[in-house]
């Protein structure tokens, strides 16, 4: 019986995310939710409209989120570039994520777009967000932050794949330390396909 003043939260799990994109992350997110729409789970994302968000920021607006609602079987995503943060700005982050098998972190290395490139291409000999951005304009001419085209599955399978391949024998820490061109993300498809 839910406590008084208190309603009781139905029965599907809850995906929490906050990301430091304002605009791409949330735009892919929104069509993610939409191609793997289920009564099973919720994707709760937090919007935002600033940029700067810098990692220990995105942690404190995570645990913001979950604190009055996070039940067993939920889970959290924190999603951030590699671009521009050191070492250090990502301690918090990934001493979070190791504190429950339910909280994530979610590093794209230069940048979110390297997820978005893995879509349609292996993603070989990216090495800056300029680099990133020119071989995602050969897929998506004009691209400019929103996303102007319909995420399909297979497309998502296929950049899932991609980067799985690329993180074999790695971690999200070699992404950080050693500035490896790749994503986690696929973290984050893997646990929505587990609700289906």
């Given at each position: 019986m839910a406590k008084p003043g208190r309603t009781?939260?139905?029965l599907k799990k809850n995906i929490y995310i906050v990301t430091e994109g304002t605009v791409t992350e949330p735009e892919y997110l929104e069509q993610l939710r939409?191609?793997?729409k289920t009564d099973t789970y919720n994707l709760k994302?937090?919007?935002h409209r600033k940029s700067g968000n810098n990692p220990a920021r995105l942690l404190a607006k995570i645990n913001e989120m979950i604190k009055h609602d996070f039940m067993s079987g939920d889970h959290a995503f924190v999603i951030?570039?590699?671009d521009e943060w050191t070492e250090e700005h990502f301690d918090k982050l990934l001493d979070w994520s190791k504190k429950k098998?339910?909280?994530h972190h979610i590093v794209s290395?230069?940048?979110f777009?390297?997820?978005l490139l893995l879509h349609f291409e292996e993603g070989d000999g990216v090495n800056s967000r300029k680099k990133c951005d020119q071989k995602l304009e050969q897929y998506l001419p004009g691209f400019q932050k929103h996303l102007d085209f319909n995420l399909t599955r297979t497309m998502v399978e296929e950049a899932t794949d991609r980067s799985k391949k690329r993180m074999r024998?790695?971690?999200v820490e070699d992404i950080i330390q050693n500035h490896d061109s790749n994503t986690n993300m696929y973290e984050l498809v893997d646990c929505i396909l587990l609700f289906l």
């Open positions: 009781r939260r139905s939409e191609l793997y994302i937090q919007k951030v570039d590699k098998g339910c909280y290395n230069p940048s777009e390297y997820w024998e790695k971690s």
